[in-house]
């Protein structure tokens, strides 16, 4: 499996981590953990958890990422974890879920009262295209219909932003166009789903992308989407929601 940093993964990561370090929050569990940059970077940041995925390439990769044994990735489902944490993460997940609401009742029985649940998915049915194709996604999201969900689930919606303005989106359609030929149709949701955790395009290029996108040549566009958030300009959605505290 190969991961490098994109444009619209940095974009997205930033809005995680900046709202991550303002909550009270030491454990955390990643659902979809994927290649383990997210678990890296916590990691490095003094966190304790766990990082999962369906994918046993993706968490290959992700064991090779966190080394200090504060952070884990294991090849798990989320019903297998019988831990609760103070946060449970699940970035391009609940895209992929037949019921969406199911599995955010299944993160809330994972994060202790008062405890936090932060998503990202993608925005917009309008704007379907090919990488929700090959991703094996079966939805995008509007603002309300999210809203909705984490109130369906049980938890106390927080905050929706709007992220990737403007960079994301001038770069979803290049990537829709590029990725439509990989797509093969015979792979059911799942199959695509599994393939979902690694890069697959200019994958000669990955030493490279490093060095071009990273957190000083994308500060600019950080700074830009902030002014987007409370839109629904962006191709992507950030939610916050918490379990509510026990009463007494």
Request: net charge positive; glycine share 10%.
């Amino acid at each position: 499996m190969e991961w490098y940093p994109t444009p619209s993964y940095l974009m997205k990561r930033k809005v995680i981590l900046d709202f991550i370090r303002r909550l009270p929050c030491r454990e955390f569990l990643e659902v979809g953990c994927g290649g383990g940059d997210l678990l890296a970077l916590l990691e490095r940041l003094g966190y304790r958890g766990i990082g999962i995925d369906i994918s046993p390439e993706a968490i290959t990769v992700a064991r090779g990422r966190v080394k200090g044994g504060a952070v884990t990735a294991e090849e798990k489902r989320v019903e297998e974890i019988g831990d609760v944490f103070d946060l449970a993460i699940a970035s391009e997940v609940l895209e992929h879920c037949a019921d969406d609401v199911g599995f955010l009742r299944e993160l809330r029985r994972h994060v202790r009262p008062g405890g936090w649940v932060i998503l990202t998915v993608p925005a917009h049915m309008d704007r379907w295209g090919a990488n929700d194709e090959f991703s094996g996604h079966l939805r995008r999201y509007e603002r309300k219909e999210l809203w909705g969900t984490m109130l369906h689930a049980g938890l106390e919606p927080v905050c929706i932003y709007s992220y990737g303005v403007p960079i994301y989106n001038l770069l979803k359609p290049l990537y829709d166009r590029a990725i439509g030929r990989r797509i093969v149709r015979e792979d059911s949701p799942a199959d695509r789903t599994a393939k979902s955790s690694g890069m697959w395009l200019m994958t000669g290029l990955k030493g490279v992308f490093p060095i071009i996108f990273n957190g000083f040549t994308m500060s600019p566009f950080y700074l830009m989407q902030k002014l987007f958030y409370r839109t629904d300009l962006g191709n992507g959605f950030f939610a916050a929601a918490r379990r509510a505290p026990e009463k007494g």
